[in-house]
């Protein structure tokens, strides 16, 4: 209907017609619609005043979708304006060997060495970049997504590396992110003192219906819709139970709302 949808063929999306900017419902995670829920918030907060302390493990789990992405790269973003305090490093994905693991380490920290290094020189390098880091007054913070899917090897490698000695405490924290399966990982005997050394854990439950409202609210508004209520009550009663208040899923559910939306010129 040229009447309801007055743009080109290559410009037709809902976007335009719905008063938007942007697509507001992205299933790339992007700060800039971090809503400050409380769970989330709550998340956020403690987990900065723990890394701020003296522990070496930090855990946040959450079921698939519940924004536990989204949380890491806030903080992530936040450390950034504390460059004189913190280094940090991000691994997504650490489906790594001990070696592997020590290498993206590496690489993250931009690490000059030499090439062709073992895996024990390898470690060496990294030992002494934390000592370095730590005689700065600065120090390393890891963050491990889809921790869950570490081998047992390599997170116990990881956990070695928390034990370096220097003039200051822990002067490498390790923060993990993952799902429920992460919790049967740690009870693993292997992996005993990481679960000994945990100092701040935290479950990112799913949004209540209030919860869900609030986040599509969020998400529009972030997008560039200045409207009332494009969702109806009984729309995003809909949308939480079939989300079942996983943010992803709200994301998903919404997106193709819109879109049949669009297409039937509603």
């Known amino acids: 209907n040229s009447t309801l949808f007055p743009y ?11 008063g938007l900017a942007q697509y507001p419902f992205s299933l790339t995670p992007n700060t800039r619609y971090f809503l400050k829920l409380p769970s989330h918030q709550q998340a956020f907060d ?29 903080v992530l973003n936040s450390l950034e304006f ?8 991000y691994i997504p994905h650490p489906i790594l060997s001990e070696e592997g693991m020590v290498h993206a380490i590496v690489e993250e920290l931009s690490i000059e060495r030499e090439s062709n290094l073992s895996y024990y020189e390898l470690l060496k390098v990294v030992t002494e970049a934390i000592v370095n880091f730590s ?5 390393v913070i890891l963050f491990i997504d889809e921790a869950q899917a570490m081998p047992e090897e390599t997170l116990a490698t990881v956990h070695l590396l928390t034990n370096i000695e220097t003039q200051n405490p822990n002067p490498l ?15 693993r005997s292997m992996l005993g003192k990481i679960k000994r050394d945990l100092a701040f854990s935290f479950v990112l439950p799913a949004l209540d219906r209030d919860g869900v409202e609030a986040y599509v609210a969020h998400r529009l508004r972030k997008a560039g819709y200045s409207g009332r209520h494009m969702f109806t009550k009984k729309a995003v009663t809909l949308l939480y139970h079939g989300s079942q208040g996983i943010p992803r899923l709200s994301n998903v559910l919404s997106h193709k709302a819109l879109m049949v939306a669009f297409g039937k010129g509603q």
């Open 8 to 18: 080109p063929p290559l410009f037709r999306s809902y976007i335009h017609p719905f």
């Open 82 to 89: 504390h460059k004189n305090r913190f280094v940090t490093a």
């Open 173 to 187: 924290q390790v923060v993990l992110f993952g799902q429920p399966e992460l919790d049967e990982l740690l009870e």
């Open 135 to 139: 005689r700065e007054d600065k120090r």
């Open 46 to 74: 403690l987990l900065l005043a723990a890394l701020d302390g003296e522990s070496s493990f930090a855990k946040i789990t959450g079921e698939v979708g519940t924004g536990k992405t989204m949380l890491c790269r806030k």
